[in-house]
């Protein structure tokens, strides 16, 4: 029945692309009834497939092209619809503080041990936020040399949302990191300043005993999951909120954006492998880790990353993996589940390239010690949310906010983050589990063992 419908629906589509051709470049008369009838015969078969189908990211995608088709043949109507999006934007703005604070006080908790686990820790720690930071460089890098949002018309926000980037000197940039009044900065959006305060509370909770730190630990630990299952109930909005904003972009401006949105998967693709063929790759040599051996083993956990954009659903298999191929257990569950916190090298690479393509679509132009800073605060919010349904887009639209980015051009982004999603997640299994066996490289514990069939 799915199957059918998505035919059906794309078959529609195709024949009334084809006919809308034929009218644009031979000057056949086409009836404009009949191209909207097939149209919207074509959007039925869709629901019917998202019917069948019962996933949110198809109920994504159609909505995106309910909210394109509304757009292009109401937009009269189309322009109304955003309060629908700002009702969504605003249910994410909630998570964002609570869900921060929870995942990064949590995880460095949670390691007060590492002073025990010694010189693994330190090496892990290092080799996660060097790579990271290189990811976050090419994605920068990519989307400055493609720049897939210039261009993009994209409707301006209004100027009672809007949030102006000032110049600041270097000591306000730093001086702005710091929290004075943390709830003064969760009400105000300041996620780095939020960041910072949890990163300090965290650290002091680190070190007060262990009868004292078990009762925080354990709110912190409930507040993470409660906070990523209210994400999960926030995100089956997803579908009207990313649908009323792109009714309200092409109702404004046009389809224009959809070929930027090509161009912007196109770009991270290629920063992917660029980041796959030119830095773990590298590593890999000039390690030692054998190389046949290792795409052997990481081929299952990586496919089943790829296929079902979560991390989580790979990591067993990833740990039965690398312990197969020689990595001890001891590593394997030490690094292995710290880097889902430290060390999201596909994120992390998606989140600089899709911030700087929003800044490029919303005409807002952020020098490069702008750039550098909005690195630094990526950098720091990706950390401990690789469980969360949609995370980056709850990360990105929190760091925009802080820079006065507009929030439209986010919302697009929602009919291709699956697509999006799928690659940066495979990379970042595929990091973890090469750092895996850097680190037992490094350690002298690896052993050469066969990998299993």
């Known amino acids: 029945m799915k199957n059918k419908s998505l035919i059906a629906g794309l078959g529609l589509f195709a024949v009334a692309a084809v006919a809308y051709a034929l009218q644009s470049w031979l000057g056949v008369v086409v009836s404009p009834v009949a191209l909207l009838t097939l149209r919207w015969l074509g959007i039925a078969a869709l629901c019917l497939y998202g019917l069948a189908k019962r996933s949110l990211t198809a109920w994504i995608l159609v909505a995106m092209v309910i909210g394109a088709e509304i757009g292009h043949d109401w937009p009269h109507v189309a322009v109304n619809l955003r309060v629908i999006s700002i009702i969504f934007l605003r249910l994410i703005k909630t998570i964002i503080a609570p869900l921060l604070f929870a995942t990064l006080v949590s995880g460095i908790a949670a390691h007060a041990d590492l002073k025990k686990v010694g010189r693994m820790g330190v090496k892990a720690i290092i080799y996660f936020e060097l790579v990271t930071t290189v990811a976050l460089f090419i994605g920068l890098g990519a989307i400055n040399l493609t720049k897939a949002g210039v261009g993009a018309a994209v409707p301006p926000t209004p100027a009672s ?28 959006g300041q996620v780095l300043q939020v960041v910072v305060f949890s990163i300090l509370f965290g650290i002091a909770l680190a070190m007060v005993k262990e009868e004292k730190r078990k009762p925080m630990v354990t709110f912190v630990e409930s507040l993470t999951e409660t906070m990523f299952k209210f994400t999960n109930v926030v995100m089956l909005l997803a579908p009207f909120g990313a649908g009323a904003a792109i009714a309200y972009t092409v109702g404004t401006t046009g389809l224009g954006i959809l070929g930027n949105l090509a161009e912007l998967l196109a770009t991270l693709y290629a920063a992917l492998i660029v980041f796959i063929g030119g830095v773990l790759l590298p590593i890999a040599y000039f390690t ?98 690789a469980g969360v349904s949609r995370a980056a887009l709850v990360i990105l639209l929190g760091t925009a906010g802080s820079f006065g980015l507009p929030i439209e051009p986010i919302f697009i982004l929602l009919g291709i983050d699956q697509l999006m999603d799928m690659a940066r997640t495979a990379v970042n299994v595929l990091g973890n589990c090469l750092a895996t066996v850097v680190v037992a490289k490094w350690e002298g514990d690896f052993k050469e063992l066969p990998v299993a069939e």
């Open 288 to 385: 030692g880790v054998p190389l046949k051996r290792f795409i052997k083993a990481v081929a299952g956990p990586v496919s089943i990353a790829f296929a079902t954009s979560s991390s989580e659903a790979a990591l067993p298999r990833a740990m039965e993996s690398m312990e197969a191929m020689g990595v001890p257990r001891q590593v394997v569950s030490f690094v292995l589940p710290t880097g889902y916190s430290f060390n999201l090298d596909g994120s992390t690479l998606y989140l600089s390239l899709a911030a700087i393509f929003v800044a490029q679509a919303g005409k807002v132009h952020l020098s490069f010690g702008q750039q550098l800073l909005l690195l630094l605060t990526l950098m720091l919010t990706s950390k401990g949310v």
């Open 161 to 188: 949302e809007q949030l102006a980037v000032q110049k600041s000197t270097a000591s306000e940039i730093v001086l702005h990191a710091f929290p004075e009044n943390i709830a003064k900065s969760i009400a105000d």
